[in-house]
């Protein structure tokens, strides 16, 4: 090997290693929430600090219910040690959204850099990071295993990449893995991203052989499709009718927006792509020696382009209401609860096309254009790392789950009670409740609470609906906590205590009680000091 070709690989894992340094220091931005007091208020509320508290308790506690769309153990079973460490639930579930972050920068950045270049692999990862629909997962809707499917996704292709390069031990096992992990996170949903991972193996058959075992897999993957379909549960709801609009996808601070950052820079790779030729060479010649030169020739380069396209337009279609007969005919809808939870499968497409531009044109490789490029990303997911946070901590499990009859899961958690009990100044006992939704609550329900003398003799009782009326059920939002407080006033023939409380809701036209988990006759229990 000359000096020449040692100089070169020296500057080539120098700028390697100082782009990933510089994505860990980009991924500070989307960590830092996570350093702060207390817990976020998001749609799936203290769920995820409960469950990383009970993994003895499987499937006891909360788990199985859905086996196909529901959560699995495995991103608990990673976050495990760091309750060990801290005798926190809450702060072992913000351990495990920050090494899923950083895990889904730098595996993005791996997979990426050989394609594009240093340059154009930071922007990929950057993007990818800070795509709102990946944001939205951890700060908005609390999704913990979709959180670390996101870094589970782009280490799978990272370990495909290096398997097919070089045929290693250690990127095939990497490989299965990952693959296993994703499908214990949440099945559903990672079925059908390991369905792009064969169609990318028949596309790109680096040898003959590989392509048989690319159908071989396909077989078994449409095999294992059938087979979870048909075992899964009954859909709690009309799936269809979470099928989007096209604006939803664009708006700026919609719900559901796929990053305006990431589509603008698709939009302009593709743009590059056309005007250059798919064929023709690349833009890369730009690139500053200090950073790394993509690996992979223009061609191949302009065919991953091609199919990231095709796979980031198939997506974003599906998640549309014209899609509605495709999901009912093929059955497909069993694998996820609703249909908008396929973005998550855009994620690498848009990274992979966004980050492009630095490659198609090196002058969008070069500073400061690049780094303005990167100041872009940055700043349109900054509105999304704002969360809202509460300080309560309700332990190691709620005081009770209710799960309406339309539910098929809890959907309104009790997290805390305090009970004044009545004395000889203030013949008056007063209940303080804490409420949480983690799901919509399609029904106005109205709260009982009856004091309860030694042998179950109603003292006092007091019905009304939350917050006086003012909050009701109907309205509460995924997440939100609320607090309400009730007095009842004691009789003057009241017997002696102990007393105990009976709580809970019912419908006020029927009489109906809302089921409380693990407990018989719609009622919690409460003790009264």
């Known amino acids: 090997m000359t000096a020449r070709a040692c ?20 991924t500070v931005f989307a960590v830092a929430p996570l350093t702060y007091p207390g817990f976020f208020q998001v749609h799936s509320g203290f769920l995820p600090a409960f469950r990383v ?31 060990r460490l801290s005798g926190s639930g809450i702060v072992a579930v913000k351990w495990g959204y920050g090494l899923a972050f950083l895990l889904a920068a730098l595996a993005t950045y791996a997979w990426t850099r050989p394609w594009l270049g240093t340059q154009g692999a930071v922007l990929a990862s950057v993007v990818y990071t800070y795509l709102p629909w990946h944001l939205s997962a951890v700060y908005v809707r609390g999704a913990f295993a979709e959180a ?24 095939t096992a990497v490989l299965l893995l990952a693959v296993e992990a994703a499908g214990s996170a949440q099945q559903g949903l990672a079925l059908l991203m390991v369905l792009v991972l064969f169609f990318y193996l028949l596309v790109f058959p680096s040898r003959p052989r590989r392509l048989l075992w690319g159908v071989l897999a396909a077989a078994v993957l449409v095999a294992a499709l059938t087979y979870v379909v048909r075992g899964a549960p009954p859909a709690p709801h009309e799936f269809t009718r979470g099928l989007l609009y096209p604006y939803q996808l664009l708006m700026a601070n919609g719900e559901f927006q796929l990053g305006l950052a990431g589509v603008g820079l698709s939009i302009a790779a593709l743009a590059l792509w056309k005007t250059k030729g798919s064929g023709g060479a690349d833009g890369a010649e730009g690139i500053p020696p200090v950073f790394a030169a993509p690996d992979l020739s223009a ?21 549309l209401r014209p899609s509605a007969v495709f999901w009912r005919v093929t ?32 002058r969008l490789g070069a500073m400061p254009v690049w780094a303005g490029l990167v100041a872009l990303v940055l700043l349109t997911g900054y509105p999304l790392l704002s969360p809202r946070f509460t300080q309560l ?22 997290l805390d009670y305090e009970v004044v009990p009545p004395s000889g100044i203030t013949p008056t006992l007063t209940l303080t409740l804490t409420w949480q939704a983690v799901e919509p609550v399609s029904e106005d329900y109205t709260v009982f609470v009856h004091l309860l003398s030694p042998s179950d003799v109603r003292v006092a009782q007091i019905d009304v609906r939350p917050c006086a009326g003012e909050c009701p059920t109907n309205t509460w939002r995924p997440g939100e906590i609320l607090t309400e407080r009730h007095s009842l006033s004691m009789p003057p023939d009241a017997p002696l205590g102990p007393y105990h409380l009976a709580v809970g809701l019912y419908r006020l036209e029927t009489g109906e009680r809302v089921a409380v988990v693990g407990r018989q006759g719609g009622t919690v229990l409460l003790d009264v000091p």
């Open 7 to 26: 100089l070169d690989g020296s500057r080539l894992n120098r700028g390697a290693l100082l782009g990933g340094i510089l994505v860990l220091l980009l």
């Open 53 to 83: 508290q009970h993994l003895s308790d499987a499937p006891k506690w909360d788990w199985a219910a859905d086996p196909v769309r529901g959560e699995g153990q495995f991103p608990y079973l990673l976050t495990w040690p760091f309750f």
């Open 148 to 171: 670390w499917l996101w870094a589970l996704w782009p280490l799978i292709w990272w370990a495909l990449g290096r398997q097919a390069a070089a045929r290693r031990i250690g990127a």
């Open 299 to 319: 061609r191949l380069f302009h065919r991953a382009l091609l199919f990231w396209a095709v796979v980031l337009l198939v997506v974003v279609l599906l998640t």
């Open 331 to 362: 059955g497909l809808q069993a694998l996820l609860t609703h249909p908008w939870q396929l973005l998550a499968v855009a994620g690498l497409p848009l990274a992979f096309l966004a980050g492009s531009v630095a490659r198609l044109d090196g």
């Open 393 to 414: 901590d309700p332990g190691s499990e709620p005081v009770a789950m209710l799960q309406p009859a339309d539910a098929s899961a809890p959907s309104i958690v009790l």
